[in-house]
């Protein structure tokens, strides 16, 4: 009764969701209102309107009518079959108006309603147009025809008015439903593709959802102010670890530094940073208090918008706890190895120089003696590398120091050791250049690399060593005409124990270890090292340390390495 009450309030949107039946009688009911206000009217004023029997057939044949609309089950029937009733309503309106007579004018406007319910259905238009027209002049014109009198032209043209109304009625109805209809197709249409949407956009979510609660790594999604927009389960268990729940701030999470001791101040904690905008990757940090704690390794990407601008930023956290465990676990034994070594080597080349040292050996005493002390030099060597490496950061004490004087030494060092007769050497250094750093460490990276050059030169060549004074800087070069590297093999060659296979197979002596420590030390200092290299073409070492000025406060170190 709402959904009635509603459309006779003109609420059309309802009108389309009633059943057919109710569409119709209430299409009808309009006239049959009409009729039984006229009826009534009849009754008050016109009682002699009930002695015509046309008119009573009429009223009777509109009850029909309307009755027709209730019982019929038109949803049963054939598709606009309900059309024959406002077609059928153009006989009881032409019986009325006939039988009205002059008693009550003006009932044929009531032709108006088949007219418009007509044109309105928005089926067959050009038919339901054409219908509304004849049906009205059926009504103006059966009277003429149906009667002894005359059919003159006037008596054919008196009412002739109506029809044509009723036609221009039909057709602005008609058009203004086609372009409702239009627009209501427009709206469905558009409709139809927003709930596409709508649907994609929730199927993306719960993809989304279901992949991030998935994988075994933690992820926090934030805005340029650092408010979450996206977490997962996996997140949280790392939040749970720090003593976090969901909500906790991260700078309350009981999150520590490498030491697994000292708190990580707020402003170094990955989310705060990747806030602000910065991109990182293996930014390690220790979560919870031990026994529990875990190493996560943290990483920020920037998430830009279509215009490019900065949305936000994504950060991970992998569980990378049993890898540091390992990694520590390799420089431990490493260390404990190479100190077992280190003590008995001492005794050996202790004894060594003592036997070396002694009067009239005979000579091929003498030169397996000094086999063995070769390859003793060349065991403690590799021990003083692996303590090193197993040491982690190295110490120096950086003092000004005659970088020019350090590196014609080193050079006039690595040329006196050449065995290679067709090894050349050629030192351009600038004169008087002060560095500030650690004279013997700078000794070390510089004889590597002066080794390096030599080592991997099997066919001989220049090694030149060249320094100069570059943007405030100290910077060295050692470039040599040797094997070089491939450009994959150039990307690990300051990693631990790296070997490129032509070393390998050429077997020439060397555990990967030399470049790592260089790295290590010009890196203690504050500097940089690089490495340029063509294959078979040869390869460039740089390294850059920190200008020393001639006013600090400091004594030239002494060139004794
Ligand atoms: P080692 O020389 O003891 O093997 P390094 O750490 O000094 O260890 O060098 C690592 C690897 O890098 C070497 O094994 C070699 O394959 C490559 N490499 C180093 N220097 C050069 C060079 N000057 N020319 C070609 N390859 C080199």
Redesign the pocket.
Known sequence: MDRVLSYLTLNTRQFHELTLRMRVVLSQLPLSLTVLLILVGGALFHRDLFSSGSFLLGAGLQAVLLALCVVVPWDRLPHASFLVIPLLDFIPIGLMRHGAGTMITGVGLLAVFPVIWLAASGLFPRAALAVGFLGSLAIVWAPVFGTDAAVTSQSLTQSILLPFIMLAIGVTIRVMTASMMAQQQVVEEKDQALQMLLEESARRERLLETVVNSVDIGLIAVDETGRPMLTNRKLEQFRALAGGTRNTAEGDLRIFQHDGQSVMPEARRPTRRAAEGQVFSDYLLWWGERPDQRVLSTSSRLMTNQAGAREGSVVTFNDVTELVTALNAKDEFVATVSHELRTPLTAIRGYLELLTGMPDLQPEVASGLEVVSRNSERLHKLVVDLLSTAEGTPEITPVPTDFSELVLQRVASARERSTNPLMRFEDRTEPGLLALCDAPRIGQVLD?LLS??V???PDGGRVTVSAAEVDGEVECSVT?Q????SAE?LKG?FSKF???S??RNAA?????????ISKAIVERHGGTISCR?VEGE??T?TFRLPLARADQDQQLQPQQL
């Open positions: 590597n390096n050059a080592k991997y030169s040599d040797g094997s070089g590297m093999e060659v790296f070997r490129t032509a070393a020439i002596p060397g555990v990967g270890l030399g470049l790592a290299s040869g390869s070492f």
